[in-house]
């Protein structure tokens, strides 16, 4: 019995309909999977498939190439938006996140793959995860330090310094990694989150709560108590009586310190926007925003 005269790798196979689920959804929470929509008739994609191959062939694994005839599988073509081929989508952890159409040339082929893959500071970035959970900062700092002089442009660990930096009160040191941060990040909510959580620790260094509330019942309105005390609950994670305080600002006084009240506000719907379950509490002071200020 003869062998196919092009057997395919491990790292490269056909997909379809029937299969596509387990080779392409299930395997992509192991490994990048990126898929290429082509067909027979279709000539740019006689030129994108052997770049494909090749690559998937020199990097041995590190992703899956999944090709899909979309004549013979045309409820998935359908189903994930193609309109022109060839046509390439990338899924990691059984999401769809990156795309790109046409044939393009080899470098940014590998561009396109080189933004899919796991840094090779990984296996070091989860170490010092490992020893945050455990209490262990410095360790945790001194692993994300190695992390990036292997890889600088692991973005991932540079925010999760910055997160443990933050945690920790050393605020300084956390804003020069986050302004560090080539813009856009390519994490952008979960760097709009850090900056918004400094913002706030650092406008509630050294508040004490009871004292403010007492400062706040004497003078109502005292608008620089009202932000401390919004920034200093919403640090605690008392976001309600942050939301508060600030509505209460914007209703005396809208464009008071810069509009500090509207912005403090939209910096900390920015921060709960990647949490479901403040969705209820921040649709409910958006509205009472817009109306504040309509």
Known sequence: MSLPENPMPDHAYEVSVADFEQKVIAASHGVPVVVDFWA?????????????????????????????????????????GVRGIPAVKAFVDGEMIDEFTGALPEGEVRAFLERLLPSPAEPLRQQALAAHRHGDNDTALDLLAQAVALDPKCEAAQLDSAEILLEAGALDD?????????????????ADALAARLHLAANAVGADI???????????????????????????????????????????DRKWNDEAGRKTLLALFNLLGSQPEYDDLVREFRIQLSRTLN
Request: glycine share 6%.
């Open 210 to 252: 009871p004292t403010l509330q007492r400062q706040l019942a004497a003078n109502p309105a005292d608008l620089d108590t009202q932000l401390q005390l919004g920034n200093a609950l919403a640090l605690g994670r008392d976001y309600r009586g942050a939301f508060g305080h600030l509505i209460e600002i914007v209703r005396r």
């Open 40 to 80: 027979e008739w279709c000539q740019p994609c006689r030129i994108l498939k052997p770049i494909l191959e090749k690559l998937a062939a020199e990097y041995g694994g590190r992703f899956i190439l999944a090709k899909v005839n979309s004549d013979e599988n045309q409820e998935l073509a359908v189903r994930y």
């Open 174 to 190: 956390a804003m020069r990694i986050l302004e560090g941060i080539a813009a856009p990040a390519r994490n952008q909510p979960r």
